[in-house]
Protein backbone atom coordinates (compact mmCIF):
# COMPACT_ATOMS: atom_id res chain seq x y z
CA UNK A 1 0.00 0.00 0.00
CA UNK A 2 0.91 3.25 -0.94
CA UNK A 3 2.60 5.75 1.71
CA UNK A 4 3.10 9.32 0.66
CA UNK A 5 3.96 12.70 2.79
CA UNK A 6 3.41 15.85 0.69
CA UNK A 7 5.13 18.63 2.06
CA UNK A 8 5.98 22.48 1.28
CA UNK A 9 2.57 24.32 0.80
CA UNK A 10 1.69 27.23 2.43
CA UNK A 11 1.24 31.21 2.06
CA UNK A 12 2.77 33.39 -0.30
CA UNK A 13 2.54 36.98 -2.27
CA UNK A 14 1.70 37.09 -5.78
CA UNK A 15 5.18 36.77 -7.59
CA UNK A 16 6.81 34.31 -4.70
CA UNK A 17 7.68 31.03 -5.34
CA UNK A 18 7.37 27.63 -3.55
CA UNK A 19 8.82 24.44 -3.87
CA UNK A 20 6.23 20.71 -3.13
CA UNK A 21 7.56 17.72 -2.55
CA UNK A 22 6.14 13.94 -2.75
CA UNK A 23 7.86 11.05 -1.03
CA UNK A 24 6.32 7.81 -1.18
CA UNK A 25 7.05 4.50 0.16
CA UNK A 26 5.53 0.85 -0.45
CA UNK A 27 5.02 1.40 -4.32
CA UNK A 28 7.89 0.92 -7.10
CA UNK A 29 8.41 4.70 -7.55
CA UNK A 30 9.93 4.52 -10.83
CA UNK A 31 7.35 2.40 -12.75
CA UNK A 32 4.92 4.82 -12.67
CA UNK A 33 4.41 8.45 -14.02
CA UNK A 34 3.73 10.88 -11.73
CA UNK A 35 1.92 14.49 -11.86
CA UNK A 36 0.62 17.06 -9.53
CA UNK A 37 -2.86 18.07 -9.20
CA UNK A 38 -4.29 20.63 -7.87
CA UNK A 39 -8.15 21.70 -6.37
CA UNK A 40 -9.28 25.13 -5.68
CA UNK A 41 -12.45 25.18 -3.13
CA UNK A 42 -15.89 25.03 -5.76
CA UNK A 43 -13.29 23.63 -8.67
CA UNK A 44 -12.97 20.31 -9.91
CA UNK A 45 -9.44 18.68 -10.03
CA UNK A 46 -6.72 20.08 -12.42
CA UNK A 47 -3.47 18.31 -13.68
CA UNK A 48 -0.68 21.00 -14.17
CA UNK A 49 2.47 18.91 -14.52
CA UNK A 50 2.97 15.43 -15.73
CA UNK A 51 6.49 13.82 -15.94
CA UNK A 52 8.03 10.44 -17.25
CA UNK A 53 9.13 7.67 -15.19
CA UNK A 54 12.48 8.44 -15.89
CA UNK A 55 11.94 12.07 -16.25
CA UNK A 56 13.24 12.80 -20.10
CA UNK A 57 9.24 14.18 -20.34
CA UNK A 58 7.51 16.50 -18.73
CA UNK A 59 3.94 18.12 -19.85
CA UNK A 60 2.56 20.94 -18.50
CA UNK A 61 -0.91 22.93 -18.58
CA UNK A 62 -0.29 26.06 -20.44
CA UNK A 63 -1.48 28.25 -17.28
CA UNK A 64 1.62 27.21 -15.35
CA UNK A 65 4.05 26.97 -18.57
CA UNK A 66 7.48 28.86 -18.14
CA UNK A 67 6.18 29.40 -13.86
CA UNK A 68 6.32 25.59 -12.92
CA UNK A 69 8.70 22.81 -13.14
CA UNK A 70 8.32 19.38 -12.22
CA UNK A 71 11.45 16.49 -11.38
CA UNK A 72 11.63 13.56 -9.65
CA UNK A 73 14.75 11.58 -7.66
CA UNK A 74 13.51 8.07 -8.11
CA UNK A 75 16.14 6.98 -5.94
CA UNK A 76 14.58 9.17 -3.18
CA UNK A 77 11.51 8.04 -4.20
CA UNK A 78 10.58 11.50 -4.43
CA UNK A 79 8.91 14.14 -6.74
CA UNK A 80 8.86 17.94 -6.05
CA UNK A 81 6.85 21.21 -8.11
CA UNK A 82 9.22 23.60 -7.93
CA UNK A 83 6.34 26.80 -8.23
CA UNK A 84 7.39 30.52 -9.54
CA UNK A 85 6.06 33.61 -10.22
CA UNK A 86 3.07 32.22 -7.95
CA UNK A 87 -0.98 34.37 -8.79
CA UNK A 88 -3.44 34.30 -6.79
CA UNK A 89 -5.40 31.80 -9.20
CA UNK A 90 -2.53 29.24 -8.32
CA UNK A 91 -4.58 28.71 -4.87
CA UNK A 92 -5.16 25.59 -4.08
CA UNK A 93 -4.99 21.96 -2.71
CA UNK A 94 -2.22 20.21 -4.43
CA UNK A 95 -1.70 16.51 -4.57
CA UNK A 96 0.74 14.09 -6.46
CA UNK A 97 -0.23 11.41 -8.27
CA UNK A 98 0.60 8.30 -10.20
CA UNK A 99 -0.21 7.40 -13.79
CA UNK A 100 -1.42 3.78 -15.03
CA UNK A 101 1.64 4.06 -17.84
CA UNK A 102 5.48 5.22 -17.57
CA UNK A 103 4.45 7.92 -19.65
CA UNK A 104 2.77 11.30 -19.66
CA UNK A 105 -1.05 11.70 -20.65
CA UNK A 106 -1.88 15.41 -21.51
CA UNK A 107 -5.16 14.68 -20.61
CA UNK A 108 -4.36 13.78 -16.75
CA UNK A 109 -6.50 10.67 -17.34
CA UNK A 110 -5.95 7.60 -14.89
CA UNK A 111 -4.14 9.18 -12.65
CA UNK A 112 -4.15 8.21 -8.92
CA UNK A 113 -3.48 10.55 -5.77
CA UNK A 114 -1.03 9.79 -3.17
CA UNK A 115 -1.10 11.01 0.10
CA UNK A 116 -3.08 14.06 1.77
CA UNK A 117 -1.98 16.94 -0.80
CA UNK A 118 -0.61 20.51 0.74
CA UNK A 119 -2.26 23.73 0.63
CA UNK A 120 -0.93 26.62 -1.36
CA UNK A 121 -1.90 29.95 -1.01
CA UNK A 122 -1.39 32.91 -2.89
CA UNK A 123 -2.74 35.84 -1.66
CA UNK A 124 -2.61 39.67 -4.12
Known amino acids: QVQAVTSGGGSVQTGGSLRLSCTAS????????LAWFRQAPGKGREGVAC????????YYVDSVKGRFTISRDNPKNTLYLQMDSLKPEDTAMYYC?????????????????WGQGTQVIVSS
Open 26 to 33: GVPFDAYA
Open 51 to 58: ISWSGAET
Open 97 to 113: AAGSSIYCDSNFKNFRN
